[in-house]
């Protein structure tokens, strides 16, 4: 994050973890822990792949754009595989696409390709065609942003132009682009909706038809939704305006309960039904509350925020409670829930949570903790980052049904969806432990002034060595996916000091060691996941013999491609790691 948020949560995070803040204070005047951090953080560099970009290409081979997606795109079976996959998986929360009259243009672009197109592929192909997947993560979409960024004003305010959009900023999330690059993509989004009028009561335009209207519907609260979760995760301002965002939203119905020769919509379903547009429309009925949450949050007056805070919470924790059955996580389903099913099912649960710890976190480090309301606060807060972490077990092959998980596809995408959830919802449990730790008050219940919701109501049968191992659980669940893009080293460290922090009471003394054990222990665990790709990509020969490279940073490799290995490594150490800018400048 960036600016006064950044600073404040900086500032948050001094308060409560000082002997953490103190050891890093000291940690980053190590050289020893400053070289390891930089160690792998260089492996970690090592090991990813650049993605293309339309820099990388020549202008003989990159214009025109389209040409250059047609000249590439798979083989239609790959495509078919695609297909199948977005609209299983990402058709719930977000709705872009309406899928039958998707399909019609995409059985007529097929029967009638267009110059390289016209091919007809092996139906055995799979999608594991390592070109193809690598050309659809990196060229197309970069082909794609370039195609748009010359089109006419009149294409640009068209529905499809806008829906390409969306779908663009959904594939520039998966790869785990910045969190702030997203917020800057979904700003524009909400400004070119806004142009297009999708933000305006439509009943009074009669000119648009019923199936326009409704996927305007669609697609404003689509967009809302995604300024939203991009402001919680970058940390800036919402976007979008503040409306009656329930009555903008769309009805609940199924995509073959209308198209675009229909003249009267159909009734909405009852929430108790379900239909490929449930998850939206529940998200929809607390949207505005969760926008004005995330307002209040960075605005409201130290005076007015204990009593404010838990009166919003207990809006969204209702919120919560109303999520119809069929979408509830405990909702005993009968063997026919596919993965994707479930995932929609997790994200709209976060997606309510998201503002909520938000809300939470904002007081939770208050110094005065005998206030009225603070006890029942702490209770709430955690509650919800128990939960949240207790979502990664649901796709973890390691203990998830080898049945339906027999792979790391859903658990690397919840990860990637939900990685700063689950890097707060820890510190949250960190600093629960902190505190309880500090006062006898927090063994009591709850203040009776305030409701506690849903997600605190099982919390104190939540012993310390529990919520110890569900957050090194984390831990190691972030360390495993130290090598892909989108991951910081410094959020790993700061958890994994954070823990060792708050473990056991001790001397100073004491507990620098645990900490400094704790980094160590992690780098070790990093440097463990990154040594194999590395060594792979410069085809060197042994592990150990790397690692000691790069440890003590002599030359063991004369020749070959360890040596290029260890030039590379000798001219990264002139560069300065950033753990040492003196403002414990953690990127959360």
Same mark, same amino acid.
């Given at each position: 994050?960036?600016?006064?948020?950044?600073?404040?949560?900086?500032?948050?995070?001094?308060?409560?973890?000082?002997?953490?803040?103190?050891?890093?204070?000291?940690?980053?005047?190590?050289?020893?822990?400053?070289?390891? !951090?930089?160690?792998?953080?260089?492996?970690?560099?090592?090991?990813?792949?650049? *993605?293309? *970009?339309?820099?990388?290409?020549?202008?003989?081979?990159?214009?025109?754009?389209?040409?250059?997606?047609?000249?590439?795109?798979?083989?239609?079976?790959?495509?078919?595989?695609? $297909?199948?996959?977005?609209?299983?998986?990402?058709?719930?929360?977000?709705?872009?696409?309406?899928?039958?009259?998707?399909?019609?243009?995409?059985?007529?672009?097929?029967?009638?390709?267009?110059?390289?197109?016209?091919?007809?592929?092996?139906?055995?192909?799979?999608?594991?065609?390592?070109?193809?997947?690598?050309?659809? $993560?990196?060229?197309?979409?970069?082909?794609?942003? !370039?195609?748009?960024? %010359?089109?006419?004003?009149?294409?640009?305010?068209?529905?499809?132009?806008?829906?390409?959009?969306?779908?663009?900023?959904?594939?520039?999330?998966?790869?785990?682009?910045?969190?702030?690059?997203?917020?800057?993509?979904?700003?524009?989004?909400?400004?070119?909706?806004?142009?297009?009028?999708? &933000?305006?009561?439509?009943?009074?335009?009669?000119?648009?038809?019923?199936?326009?209207?409704?996927?305007?519907?669609?697609?404003?609260?689509?967009?809302?939704?995604?300024?939203?979760?991009?402001?919680?995760?970058?940390?800036?301002?919402?976007?979008?305006?503040?409306?009656?965002?329930?009555?903008?939203?769309?009805?609940?119905?199924?995509?073959?309960?209308?198209?675009?020769?229909?003249?009267?919509?159909?009734?909405?379903?009852?929430?108790?039904?379900?239909?490929?547009?449930?998850?939206?429309?529940?998200?929809? %009925?607390?949207?505005?509350?969760?926008?004005?949450?995330?307002?209040?949050?960075?605005?409201?007056?130290?005076?007015?925020?204990?009593?404010?805070?838990?009166?919003?919470?207990?809006? $969204?924790?209702?919120?919560?409670?109303?999520?119809?059955?069929?979408?509830?996580?405990?909702?005993?389903?009968?063997?026919?829930?596919?993965?994707?099913?479930?995932?929609?099912?997790?994200?709209?649960?976060? /997606?309510?949570?998201?503002?909520?710890?938000?809300?939470?976190?904002?007081?939770?480090?208050?110094?005065?903790?005998?206030?009225?309301?603070?006890? =029942?606060?702490?209770?709430?807060?955690?509650?919800?980052?128990?939960?949240?972490? *207790?979502?990664?077990?649901?796709?973890?092959?390691?203990?998830?049904?080898?049945?339906?998980?027999?792979?790391?596809?859903?658990?690397?995408?919840?990860?990637?969806?939900?990685?700063?959830?689950?890097?707060?919802?820890?510190?949250?449990?960190?600093? &629960?432990?902190?505190?309880?730790?500090?006062?006898?008050?927090? !063994?009591?219940?709850?203040?009776?002034?305030?409701?506690?919701?849903?997600?605190?109501?099982?919390?104190?049968?939540?012993?310390?060595? *529990?919520?110890?191992?569900?957050?090194?659980?984390?831990?190691?669940?972030?360390?495993?996916?130290?090598?892909?893009?989108? =991951?910081?080293?410094?959020?790993?460290?700061?958890?994994?000091?954070?823990?060792?922090?708050?473990?056991?009471?001790?001397? =100073?003394?004491?507990?620098?060691?645990?900490?400094?054990?704790?980094?160590? %222990?992690?780098?070790?665990?990093?440097?463990? /996941?990154?040594?194999? +790709?590395?060594?792979?990509?410069?085809?060197?020969?042994?592990?150990?013999?790397?690692?000691?490279?790069?440890?003590?940073?002599? !030359?063991?490799?004369?020749?070959?491609?360890?040596? +290029?290995?260890?030039?590379?490594?000798?001219?990264?150490?002139?560069?300065?790691?950033?753990?040492?800018?003196?403002?414990?400048?953690?990127?959360?």
């Amino acid at each position: 994050m960036s600016g006064m948020e950044s600073s404040s949560q900086k500032h948050r995070l001094h308060f409560k973890f000082p002997e953490a803040e103190q050891y890093i204070a000291r940690f980053i005047r190590d050289p020893a822990m400053v070289g390891l !951090a930089k160690e792998v953080q260089f492996l970690q560099t090592k090991s990813r792949v650049p *993605s293309n *970009s339309p820099a990388s290409v020549s202008d003989s081979e990159f214009s025109p754009e389209l040409m250059q997606l047609r000249t590439h795109l798979p083989p239609k079976a790959v495509c078919d595989q695609l $297909l199948g996959l977005y609209t299983q998986n990402f058709e719930g929360v977000f709705r872009i696409l309406h899928i039958p009259s998707f399909l019609r243009q995409y059985t007529r672009f097929w029967a009638h390709p267009d110059g390289e197109n016209d091919r007809i592929a092996d139906p055995n192909t799979k999608l594991g065609n390592l070109p193809a997947w690598d050309y659809l $993560l990196n060229a197309a979409i970069d082909f794609i942003r !370039a195609w748009q960024r %010359k089109l006419g004003r009149k294409q640009q305010t068209e529905i499809a132009t806008l829906q390409i959009e969306m779908l663009v900023v959904m594939a520039r999330r998966l790869r785990l682009e910045s969190a702030e690059e997203i917020w800057r993509a979904t700003g524009n989004l909400v400004r070119s909706a806004m142009v297009m009028g999708l &933000h305006l009561d439509l009943s009074r335009y009669e000119s648009l038809s019923v199936f326009q209207a409704e996927i305007r519907r669609r697609l404003w609260i689509t967009i809302a939704e995604m300024d939203l979760q991009a402001s919680i995760e970058s940390g800036m301002p919402v976007m979008t305006p503040d409306l009656d965002y329930e009555a903008l939203s769309p009805a609940n119905l199924d995509d073959v309960d209308f198209d675009d020769s229909t003249v009267e919509l159909p009734p909405s379903k009852p929430l108790q039904e379900e239909t490929k547009s449930l998850t939206q429309v529940t998200l929809a %009925k607390s949207l505005r509350h969760r926008i004005k949450t995330m307002v209040f949050v960075k605005n409201a007056s130290p005076g007015q925020r204990m009593k404010a805070t838990l009166e919003n919470g207990q809006v $969204l924790e209702e919120h919560l409670q109303r999520i119809p059955d069929l979408l509830k996580l405990e909702y005993n389903f009968q063997g026919d829930e596919t993965p994707g099913h479930l995932l929609n099912r997790v994200l709209l649960d976060i /997606h309510i949570r998201r503002p909520l710890l938000c809300l939470y976190r904002s007081l939770a480090m208050l110094e005065d903790q005998e206030e009225e309301g603070y006890h =029942t606060l702490q209770q709430l807060s955690l509650g919800s980052s128990l939960a949240i972490l *207790s979502y990664q077990d649901y796709f973890d092959p390691n203990v998830a049904d080898p049945d339906i998980f027999g792979s790391n596809v859903y658990w690397d995408l919840s990860q990637a969806l939900c990685k700063n959830d689950l890097l707060w919802a820890a510190l949250g449990v960190c600093g &629960h432990m902190k505190t309880s730790g500090q006062t006898p008050h927090s !063994a009591q219940a709850p203040s009776s002034n305030y409701r506690v919701g849903p997600s605190a109501k099982h919390t104190p049968t939540h012993s310390k060595a *529990s919520m110890v191992r569900t957050v090194q659980t984390t831990l190691d669940a972030l360390i495993r996916r130290v090598a892909d893009p989108g =991951t910081n080293i410094k959020d790993i460290i700061l958890l994994a000091i954070a823990l060792q922090s708050v473990r056991a009471p001790g001397s =100073t003394q004491v507990k620098d060691y645990r900490m400094q054990e704790g980094a160590k %222990k992690a780098f070790a665990a990093c440097r463990q /996941h990154l040594l194999p +790709s590395v060594v792979d990509e410069f085809a060197a020969g042994n592990v150990s013999d790397v690692a000691q490279v790069l440890h003590s940073n002599q !030359a063991l490799f004369s020749n070959g491609p360890s040596s +290029s290995l260890l030039e590379e490594f000798n001219d990264f150490q002139g560069n300065i790691f950033s753990f040492d800018d003196g403002s414990f400048a953690w990127n959360l």
